[in-house]
């Protein structure tokens, strides 16, 4: 007869939901499957602490680390893949790459565009005459011009700063692609990120 006693045991349990069947067949609950309510893996496998990045909206930008910092391919050596320049940003300040240039985000008013490259700003300054009758000089220095006027059909201020780091130039201008008018807080601030280039 073991048999028999056996076979509704099994049937209590299915039924009970995994409860326990005694001599005097009262039923205990099995104990409820705990769930994490936390866990200490992040979501998705990101990082955090001080080597974190922020969430990046463009699979194939790069985002700055928790101080800001963003390092990017070298646009001057864009055949040597190890070879890299950084500048002190902005938490969530991201970058994404077109072809050796970067275009360098930090929300709808701060966008650049770095690339290698250098360029007479005293002669650019000329050509602003010719092409953009409306737009007024209101810096010029030899590695730096800051106009306003209306400039790839945006408005606002627009710059573009040289820099040189070791035997290579860089070029960081506004980014075409913003539609907001800038300020000259907005030029000022993307100014002092292009020139932390190291």
């Not at 800038?182 to 993307?190: I, N, P, Y």
Request: proline fraction near 10%; glycine fraction near 8%; charge should be negative.
């Amino acid at each position: 007869m073991q048999p028999f006693k056996i076979f509704p045991f099994f049937v209590v349990l299915t039924a009970c939901g995994g409860g326990i069947h005694t001599d005097n067949t009262t039923v205990l609950p099995a104990p409820a499957p705990t769930i994490p309510t936390s866990s200490n893996e992040p979501p998705d496998g990101a990082k955090t602490g001080p080597d974190a990045q922020p969430p990046v909206k463009d699979p194939n930008a790069i985002a700055s680390d928790d101080s800001g910092l963003l390092t990017i391919p070298d646009p001057a050596a864009p055949n040597d893949t190890a070879k890299r320049v950084s500048f002190d940003g902005l938490p969530g300040t991201t970058a994404t790459l077109d072809g050796p240039n970067a275009t360098v985000v930090n929300g709808a008013r701060f966008a650049f565009v770095v690339k290698q490259g250098t360029d007479d700003l005293h002669e650019r300054v000329r050509a602003l005459a010719s092409s953009m009758p409306n737009s007024h000089v209101e810096k010029i220095k030899d590695d730096l011009l800051i106009y306003s006027g209306t400039d790839n059909g945006r408005g606002g201020y627009h710059f573009e700063a040289l820099m040189t780091l070791g035997k290579s130039s860089y070029v960081c201008s506004d980014a075409p692609t913003l539609k907001t008018e800038l300020t000259r807080t907005d030029v000022d601030a993307m100014v002092r990120v292009c020139k932390t280039i190291k």
